[in-house]
């Protein structure tokens, strides 16, 4: 019974985000909006294993929260250097020497 | 009678949890500008996590679930905290700017370059932390870079820290 409360609260911030990510003005906006919605998921993946009795599904929620803060950075890293290489190998590649 | 206790407190941190996951969501839906909508995810990802884990603790009981709730749930804090100052570190280079409160007390998008000097020449500033010396030879000058910094940070012939460093007028806001 709890769970399936703090399931529908989750799941009505989880669609609050997806409308910030569909209307954020900015990239940062969608960006911090998909970071949210990764965090929503594994917080719904560990309620859903301990309402429905099979917890094991927490170990899907901690590779997917490592994935989620991996993808963030590199979304960021890629809006600073078009790259997700460094910045550095992209000149010495492109150099005739 | 302690299996009562412990379920009302789980299920208190649970609602409790799920609520201030809610305030958080409303938050980043309703609130004005990037920087703001970042101070209120973070209130979901703190407290509503921390005490949904709270909740999911006390009903798993002494056992590697709760090692493994607690796992995550600090890999969540970890992972939430640098991923906002990142967010909100390539925000401030890319020149959004914040809103902040004008003379007559409205939200105007100040270019907090002009309040903070320091910010400035902190932006003019590569953004990795190495200095082009580190990393081997200095970038040339005319810089043959596939992804073209935006002019006024660019990592070659600006990284000398430059006290009078002006953001580029032309550079564009998003």
Redesign the interface.
């Known amino acids: ?3 399936a ?2 399931i ?3 799941l ?3 669609s ?2 997806v ?2 990510a569909l209307k954020g ?5 969608r ?3 998909a ?2 919605i990764g ?2 998921a ?2 719904l993946l ?2 859903f294993g ?1 309402m429905t009795g099979r ?1 094991e599904f ?2 899907i ?2 590779t997917y ?2 994935l ?2 991996i993808g ?2 590199a979304v ?1 890293k890629f ?5 997700l290489g ?3 190998d ?2 010495k590649e ?2 005739p020497e | 009678m302690i299996a009562l206790l412990v379920d009302i407190l ?2 208190a941190a ?2 409790a ?3 201030f ?2 305030i ?3 938050g ?2 309703r609130m004005p500008d ?1 920087f703001t ?2 101070h209120a ?1 973070s209130v ?2 703190t407290m ?2 921390g005490l ?2 709270l ?2 603790i006390l ?2 009981g002494p056992s590697l ?1 709760a090692i ?2 607690a ?2 749930v600090l ?2 804090w970890a ?2 905290a ?2 906002t100052h ?2 909100s570190r ?2 401030l ?2 020149g ?1 700017k914040p809103l902040l409160a004008g003379p007559d007390g409205r939200l105007v998008a100040t270019d907090c370059v002009d309040l903070f000097p320091e910010l400035g020449v902190r932006l003019a500033q590569p ?1 990795s932390s190495e200095t082009p010396e580190e ?2 030879t200095p ?2 000058e005319d ?7 935006a002019p006024g940070y660019g ?1 070659a012939g600006n990284t000398g820290a430059n006290p009078d460093a002006e953001p580029d007028p032309t550079r564009e806001g ?1």
């Not at chain 1, 809006?79 to 790259?83: I, L, Q």
């Open positions: 019974m709890m769970f409360v703090a529908l609260g989750v009505a911030a989880l609050l985000a409308i910030r003005p900015t990239a940062f906006d960006l911090l909006a970071n949210a965090t929503s594994i917080v560990a309620l301990f917890p927490l170990d929620g901690i929260a490592l989620n803060m963030t950075l960021l809006f600073r250097y078009g790259a460094h910045a550095q992209a000149v492109r150099e | 789980s299920g649970l609602t949890g799920a609520a996951y809610l958080g969501a409303i980043m839906t990037v909508r970042m995810v979901s990802e509503g996590v949904m884990a909740g999911m009903q798993a679930l493994k709730i796992f995550v890999v969540l992972t939430g640098v991923a990142a967010l390539a925000a280079h890319d959004v953004l990393r081997g970038l040339p810089g043959a870079v596939i992804a073209e910094p990592p998003r």
